[in-house]
């Protein structure tokens, strides 16, 4: 069973940095573009992060460039998001998402909470 599961999410003072881990399992996932969305209470899902099979091109949102790095490790089969300079309006439920199609994303985690506080 093709699964991604997100760890790392938690509480942090603004200022304060977290990494997201995903696992994937089921597959090799080294193909797929993999990234990052986040919801946050009341708002719609937006795009975080991406990052193609091979590690170049990387996208950002505005909202996090500079802030936020995507990366992966291919051989464990996990993507990370690594956070700095969190901000309280940062905090959302991080989702983890593969494409392997080009066309869309085929897998979702079930996402990991990160909560910062002012």
């Known amino acids: 069973q093709v699964q991604l599961v997100e760890s790392g999410g938690g509480l942090v003072q603004a200022g304060g940095s977290l990494r997201l881990s995903c696992a994937a399992s089921?597959?090799?996932?080294?193909?797929?573009?993999m990234g990052w969305f986040r919801q946050a209470p009341g708002k719609e899902r937006e795009f975080v992060a991406a990052?193609?099979?091979?590690?170049?091109?990387?996208y950002y949102s505005d909202s996090v460039k500079g802030r936020f790095t995507i990366s992966r490790d291919n051989a464990k089969n996990t993507v990370y998001l690594q956070m700095t300079s969190l901000k309280p309006e940062d905090t959302a439920v991080y989702y983890c998402?593969?494409?392997?199609?080009?066309?869309?994303?085929?897998?979702w985690g079930q996402g990991t909470q990160v909560t910062v506080s002012s």
């Open positions: 998402v593969a494409d392997r199609s080009g066309s869309s994303w085929n897998y």
């Open positions: 089921g597959r090799t996932f080294s193909r797929d573009t």
């Open positions: 990052i193609i099979g091979s590690g170049t091109p990387i």
